[in-house]
């Protein structure tokens, strides 16, 4: 069955069900994949993988909610990800991290009303020699301070002006 | 492949050396400081100025001193540069070929190198990662061919369990008497599984063997598959380590296409093969049942033991759980023998252990040092102390599920015992250093924020005693609480310790509990006086 929409990725991702037999135990091998196509899971997504993997609906979400590193609502463009591991806390990513709160008006784990910039943390990056880090869109960055941190996101954020 | 081939695979690479080697450091920490361009930029000028065939410019596994990177190494001339740009790498060269180089110099003579013994990283920042050949000629895969051609399984569960090795993970149960029990099990179908979900915040050192010498994880896990008898192993690692994942797959790769993976090995009946599983941010997935739950595609929680994986584990079978770590001194062991091994550490605690160096300390990064080492020679010596000369307060080590050691304590020997002793664990290796800024209530009830996110909901105790415990916690900080939420407190902390299902659990109480046990204080300043105008009371123990 092709998926109705005749999104092209639905197909990539068919095919990478299929790499591992349409084993059951690969759910959250498909799950990182879905994630990697589509960006996050929405409802209509899992329903395919549950089809797919025929498993029931309920196994595919309480999977998906279970773990932190799948999102299941959209992100911004720009995400912005404070390291709060214990190293990196005890060098100030407390105080990192409100800056950017301060300076974006969200919460960690929101988004900003023009979907530009995504605001998360992270439990540990296992780059502590080199704390506080910050991942820019993807990219480790080290030696944070409060100041180097608002400079860095404020290009993505809404400006009034 | 036979040993002959491994021999010419080493031969060639031994006998393609260059005069000189540049080692780059490619491990997370100096590729986020840009080693990926210091190391492209060194490659174009020694290609440019026609020295390829002096030079070669190798990207290698972590160099352990973090803070200074990216790191990069010189041989024959055992020079560190620290903080290279790309823009120093005509400087580098040139001082290869006689003369100084104005890039800022590391001190190969500084205890923080000098004091390490290097078992587990013995390859780390020497071999390329990326390719098997750098790994066999280092005597790679030479452990796996001993065991195949000479020792029966037997013989290798007790060379296991008199090398006195014990889990690297955190727990410490004997590796050896681990094997035996998955060896005598009798089943048609066993597993081996590498817990790589390295999820204590402050913990890198699984992550750096896993993207500085992957294969010798490898070779471990296949040698402790001969062992128990199981032919599929499995690799959990966290997603959050996109490099370790893809410096594993280039290496079950390699060692698949060069036959030591895959059937056959070494023309012997073992046949093992390797599957990478990716977890997906829990870290409940730590815990053993838990984690294999999550290789089965399920939700990660953790179950009820008896029975142990060792005899029904992933579906079902008995299934062998051993840390990065763990497996990764494998194949030393076998190379030099369980004696040797033993001679190593104290009576209980044998050989070495990795530890990720982080927090207030001047010398952050990865070391490794025999099992009782002082404390205080690790903190003060090897690292440097505090930045600024500032007093260091307390260490803490074993994450979440740890405690924080007062400085008064740092005479204390690193072991099993003697951590346990001080109401912490060895854990899996991390250690932060904390200094006079840190405020231990404040420590607390950041490990148990973490705890009760990180909680899975099954049990009740873990589940809802963690939100209990960080309201009080945070009641305390806010400097609301009164002495009876402290009561309250430490009598959440032992309801949940003896109750919880799994180690998560189990353990969350302890930050508080090591916190309260050294530093009362800090906990009794903060509460209200009491209702009868009372001071509150002087802390027993505190520093």
């Known amino acids: 069955m092709k998926h109705a929409s005749g999104d092209k990725r639905f197909k990539i991702l068919e095919a990478h ?23 996050f899971l929405e409802d209509d997504l899992l329903l395919f993988v549950a089809y797919k993997l025929k498993l029931p609906a309920s196994r595919v979400y309480g999977v998906a909610t279970f773990y932190h590193y799948f999102i299941l609502k959209p992100q911004g463009a720009h995400t912005c990800v404070v390291c709060t591991g214990t190293a990196c806390y005890v060098r100030g990513a407390d105080k990192v991290l409100s800056a950017v709160e301060a300076k974006s008006g969200i919460k960690a784990g929101e988004t900003t009303a023009d979907n530009e910039f995504s605001l998360l943390t992270a439990r540990c990056l296992g780059a502590c ?26 290009e993505w954020l809404p400006h009034d002006h | 492949m036979i040993i002959d081939d491994l021999d010419a695979i080493a031969e060639a690479e031994r006998s393609s050396a260059k005069k000189t080697v540049i080692r780059c450091c490619m491990a997370a920490g100096c590729m986020s400081s840009h080693s990926e361009a210091v190391k492209t930029s060194l490659e174009k000028i020694v290609r440019d100025s026609g020295l390829s065939e002096r030079i070669e410019v190798r990207g290698v596994g972590c160099m352990r001193l973090c803070c200074q990177g990216p790191l990069v190494g010189v041989d024959p001339d055992g020079i560190i540069y620290e903080k290279v740009t790309p823009e120093d790498a005509p400087a580098v060269i040139i001082a290869t070929q006689g003369g100084e180089a104005n890039v800022k110099r590391g001190d190969p003579t500084h205890p923080f190198y000098t004091k390490q013994l290097s078992i587990v990283l013995a390859n780390s920042g020497l071999i390329d990662p990326e390719r098997i050949e750098s790994y066999i000629a280092v005597d790679g895969y030479r452990a796996l061919h001993a ?61 750096s063997v896993l993207e500085s010498d992957p294969h010798s994880v490898l070779e471990g896990m296949a040698i402790a598959a001969y062992a128990v008898g199981a032919n599929q192993g499995y690799i959990y690692v966290r997603a959050e380590y996109p490099l370790a994942i893809k410096r594993l797959q280039i290496a079950i790769k390699q060692a698949r296409q060069t036959g030591l993976l895959g059937s056959g090995i070494f023309e012997s009946p073992f046949s093992f093969t390797v599957d990478i599983r990716i977890g997906a941010g829990a870290y409940v997935c730590g815990e053993e049942t838990a984690l294999m739950a999550s290789i089965e595609g399920r939700r990660g929680t953790p179950r009820p033991r008896p029975p142990f994986p060792a005899e029904s584990g992933l579906w079902g079978c008995p299934t062998l759980i051993n840390n990065v770590e763990t497996f990764a001194n494998i194949p030393v ?60 307060k307390a260490v803490q080590t074993g994450g979440p599920s740890g405690g924080c050691i007062p400085a008064s304590e740092l005479d204390t020997p690193v072991d099993y015992e003697s951590l346990t002793r001080l109401g912490s664990i060895m854990g899996s ?46 009641k305390i900080v806010r400097r609301e609480a ?19 299902l799994c180690g998560l659990g189990q353990n969350a109480p302890n930050p508080i509990l090591s916190t ?28």
């Open chain 1, 17 to 39: 069900i299929k790499k591992f037999q349409g084993r059951q135990d690969a759910l959250i091998e498909v799950l990182h994949r879905a994630q990697e196509l589509f960006g």
């Open chain 1, 129 to 154: 020699g080199i704390a506080p880090t910050v991942v820019y869109d993807g990219v480790i960055t080290p030696h944070q301070t409060p100041d180097a941190a608002v400079a860095r996101v404020n």
């Open chain 2, 147 to 207: 065991v195949l051609r000479e020792m029966t399984p037997n013989d290798v569960v007790e060379s296991a369990i008199k090398s006195g090795l014990r889990g690297r993970g955190g727990a410490g149960y004997s590796t050896g008497l681990k094997w035996a029990t998955v060896a005598k099990t009798p089943a048609a179908q066993k597993y081996v599984v590498c817990n790589a979900d390295e999820g204590d915040p402050g913990a890198f050192m699984d992550r």
């Open chain 2, 333 to 392: 062991i076998i190379r030099k023998g369980a004696e040797w091994f033993a001679s190593i550490g104290t009576g209980l605690s044998k050989g070495t252990k990795v530890f990720a160096l982080a927090g207030k300390i001047e010398n952050t990064g990865l070391i490794e040092v025999p099992m009782g080492t002082p404390l205080r020679q690790i903190v003060e010596e090897m690292g440097g102390g505090a930045p600024g000369g500032v007093k260091i």
């Open chain 2, 429 to 474: 290796g991390g250690m932060i250093v904390m200094d006079e800024s840190t405020r231990m209530p404040e420590i607390a009830r950041f490990f148990m924020e973490f705890c009760m996110d990180e909680s899975c909901g099954k049990c009740i105790p873990c589940r809802t005693g963690t939100v209990q415990m960080h309201r009080l916690l945070d």
């Open chain 2, 482 to 500: 009164t002495p009876e939420d402290l009561a309250k407190l430490e009598e959440l902390c032992d309801m949940v310790a003896r109750t919880s």
């Open chain 2, 516 to 543: 309260l046990r050294f530093f009362r204080n800090e906990y009794l300043e903060l509460l209200q006086a009491q209702p009868d105008g009372k001071p509150a009371p002087a802390g027993a123990n505190a520093t």
